[in-house]
């Protein structure tokens, strides 16, 4: 009983993840990145939970693996990224003390605070928060993640994170144009109302793509050795069932052909720019590169990389985000 109720939460805390990216893979001899992989939760009331699915199978064990997975985390990567060249990162007059961020290594939404602090150089230590215990979150009422703590101040909800952080580092509140600013809230919202669908029905494809992903959440997800066992084999199993539901869900009947249509659709929005910001990437940028940089290097992302134009601007962003940020708590 212990182990299954173990691996209900475990599923709760590995929602969505992507697998890291297949060793030997020459991308990495020039562009290495720990694609750091474990868990998310959603963390918008207004943005619906990735995974809150009805019961996906009979028995109450496969129930609560499936509620489990429900809403609570996925994929991200985000930690140490070396290119040939870095451009300059974007200079700014913020410099907090000190910056903590509690998160799941997989979580998409903490990876988009990540890329934020990453292409702002502001520096952070990272709280790897257990996703059975929560632990390391039980001093706030919030229960999800990301939490990021700044001089004290705790924020949460990864795009609200991002709004204030931004104010802190523009306080002049400056944009270009207010149809620039429109078009960049557009696209922040078609991210977590749109791009996060497609992700989890693409990783979890198959039986194979599911097990990559597990081996390499478990491997660097703050688990139990019991728990990474559990989740590995049992969370790929429910995760690959789950997959077919989200594919109802949201209306896909290809899951490629979506993930394909999706970048097709971003690499549009550029207009022949750099970026969506211009010659420097804006917010929605930093949430488009956040969200798929888990997946970059895994089949998943691989195959979008060469079916679509979107791998010009990805190693464009790689370079902009440049070097992590991230210090040793």
Same mark, same amino acid.
């Given at each position: 009983?212990?182990?299954?109720?173990?691996?209900a939460?475990?599923?709760r805390?590995?929602?969505?993840?992507?697998?890291?990216?297949?060793a030997g893979?020459?991308?990495?001899?020039?562009?290495?990145?720990?694609?750091?992989?474990?868990?998310f939760?959603t963390?918008?009331?207004?943005?619906?939970?990735?995974?809150?699915?009805?019961r996906?199978?009979?028995?109450?064990?496969?129930?609560?693996?499936?509620?489990?997975?429900?809403g609570?985390?996925?994929?991200?990567a985000? @930690?140490?990224?070396?290119v040939?060249? =870095?451009? /300059?990162?974007?200079p700014v007059?913020?410099? #907090?003390?000190? *910056? !903590?961020?509690?998160?799941?290594? @997989?979580?998409?939404?903490?990876?988009? =605070?990540? /890329?934020?602090?990453?292409?702002?150089?502001? #520096?952070?230590? *990272? !709280?790897e928060?257990?996703p059975?215990?929560k632990?390391?979150i039980?001093?706030?009422?919030?229960?999800?993640?990301?939490?990021?703590?700044?001089?004290?101040d705790?924020?949460v909800?990864?795009s609200?994170?991002?709004?204030?952080?931004?104010?802190?580092?523009?306080?002049?509140?400056l944009?270009d144009?207010?149809?620039?600013?429109?078009?960049?809230?557009?696209?922040?919202?078609?991210?977590d109302?749109?791009?996060?669908?497609?992700?989890s029905?693409n990783?979890?494809?198959?039986t194979?793509?599911?097990?990559?992903?597990?081996?390499?959440?478990?491997?660097?997800?703050?688990?139990?050795?019991?728990?990474?066992i559990?989740?590995?084999?049992?969370?790929?199993?429910?995760?690959?069932?789950?997959?077919?539901?989200?594919k109802?869900?949201?209306?896909?009947?290809?899951e490629?052909?979506?993930?394909?249509?999706a970048?097709?659709?971003?690499?549009?929005?550029?207009?022949?720019r750099?970026f969506?910001?211009?010659?420097?990437?804006?917010?929605?940028?930093?949430?488009?590169?956040?969200?798929?940089?888990?997946?970059?290097?895994?089949?998943?992302?691989?195959?979008?990389?060469?079916?679509?134009?979107i791998?010009d601007?990805?190693?464009?962003?790689?370079?902009?985000?440049?070097?992590?940020?991230?210090?040793?708590?």
């Amino acid at each position: 009983m212990r182990r299954i109720s173990g691996l209900a939460a475990v599923c709760r805390a590995v929602e969505g993840v992507a697998a890291a990216p297949a060793a030997g893979n020459p991308v990495h001899q020039h562009h290495h990145r720990l694609f750091q992989a474990a868990l998310f939760s959603t963390n918008s009331s207004t943005r619906s939970h990735w995974f809150s699915y009805d019961r996906i199978a009979s028995d109450q064990s496969a129930r609560a693996a499936a509620h489990a997975f429900a809403g609570t985390m996925l994929f991200s990567a985000a @930690a140490t990224t070396i290119v040939e060249e =870095v451009h /300059a990162k974007e200079p700014v007059k913020f410099r #907090p003390n000190d *910056v !903590v961020l509690y998160q799941y290594e @997989a979580c998409p939404f903490c990876n988009k =605070v990540k /890329a934020f602090l990453d292409y702002y150089d502001i #520096p952070y230590k *990272v !709280v790897e928060v257990n996703p059975i215990s929560k632990k390391e979150i039980k001093w706030s009422d919030y229960k999800k993640v990301p939490i990021l703590m700044v001089d004290g101040d705790q924020m949460v909800d990864s795009s609200d994170i991002i709004d204030k952080l931004s104010k802190r580092v523009h306080p002049d509140g400056l944009v270009d144009s207010i149809a620039e600013d429109s078009e960049e809230k557009k696209w922040r919202g078609w991210v977590d109302n749109h791009l996060v669908h497609i992700l989890s029905p693409n990783i979890y494809r198959s039986t194979s793509e599911a097990l990559e992903s597990f081996d390499y959440i478990t491997s660097h997800g703050n688990f139990s050795f019991t728990e990474r066992i559990v989740a590995k084999y049992a969370g790929a199993t429910a995760m690959y069932f789950v997959s077919k539901k989200l594919k109802k869900k949201y209306n896909i009947t290809d899951e490629r052909a979506a993930l394909y249509e999706a970048a097709e659709t971003w690499v549009d929005a550029l207009k022949g720019r750099d970026f969506l910001g211009g010659v420097k990437p804006n917010l929605a940028d930093l949430a488009v590169y956040g969200v798929l940089r888990p997946i970059r290097y895994l089949k998943s992302g691989r195959d979008m990389v060469e079916h679509t134009r979107i791998g010009d601007w990805y190693s464009r962003m790689e370079n902009a985000v440049g070097l992590s940020s991230r210090i040793q708590a």
